[in-house]
């Protein structure tokens, strides 16, 4: 059972909806991620979340707008997609170091939200 | 560029059959790697990681080896099984985020 959770598992919008992927960790992780995963490519990095702050933002097209309200949640609000943002969109979590703790961790996913754009 | 990459893009063995996974990566200052599992509709799952301080660790039917003279990291999976048909992934972490490849399909025959 997967300590990571998105919601939907699959989500079928038309380029001019507005729609929210959610992902909430079970595992008490101070980091959460978004990442894009099309086929045959490797995952993409969207969006780092650390204590709650945006630390990283991979070039990202404004059409996707992460939030995140606590260390628990992370949302990605969709706006205008177009069809190449058809994908596999996964969450992560970690325990990220802090103060200069160098013992590195694994990022834990959630099973995504396959987005299919019309 | 910087890059994390897999050898093969599919491996075919026997169910009982040791598997090896290969990577290859190319950023030296690189100091933690990890292996994931994808299954179908899934998401990656963790399967084990080591630190570059180390060339060698086992866990359970796994033993994930670091060569850092060749940048090479490797997946030994013990008497495979047909619940070990998946994507594997290879990833390196470099500061703040991780980098993975493009992962391996591996396909069990009964």
């Known amino acids: 059972e997967t300590g990571v959770t998105q919601t939907p598992r699959h989500l079928v919008m038309g380029m001019t909806n507005k729609k929210s992927l959610k992902c909430e960790q079970h595992?008490?992780?101070?980091?959460m991620y978004w990442y894009k995963q099309s086929a045959k490519k490797p995952l993409e990095l969207m969006f780092v979340?650390?204590?709650?702050?945006?630390?990283e933002n991979n070039s990202v097209p404004s059409r996707f707008s992460p939030e995140c309200p606590n260390s628990s949640h992370l949302f990605l609000h969709l706006h205008t997609l177009q069809p190449e943002d058809s994908a596999l969109y996964l969450c992560?979590?970690?325990?990220?170091?802090?103060?200069?703790?160098?013992?590195?961790?694994?990022?834990?996913f959630g099973d995504g939200t396959r987005l299919s754009i019309l | 560029g910087e890059s994390v990459g897999l050898h093969l893009p599919t491996l075919s063995v026997q169910e009982g059959d040791n598997s090896i996974i290969n990577c290859a990566y190319s950023?030296?200052?690189?100091?933690?790697f990890i292996w994931y599992k994808q299954e179908s509709g899934k998401g990656p799952q963790f399967i084990i990681d080591?630190?570059?301080?180390?060339d060698k660790r086992q866990g359970q039917r796994v033993t994930v080896l670091l060569n850092k003279t060749v940048k090479h990291l490797s997946l030994q999976i013990a008497a495979t099984q047909p619940g070990d048909s998946a994507v594997y992934f290879c990833a390196e972490n470099r500061g703040n985020d991780m980098r993975f490849g493009a992962g391996t399909r591996l396909t069990v025959k009964p």
């Open positions: 992560a979590s970690s325990q990220d170091p802090v103060s200069g703790d160098p013992n590195n961790q694994p990022q834990h």
């Open positions: 080591i630190r570059s301080n180390m």
């Open positions: 595992l008490g992780h101070n980091a």
């Open positions: 979340y650390s204590l709650e702050e945006r630390v």
């Open positions: 950023n030296s200052a690189s100091d933690y």
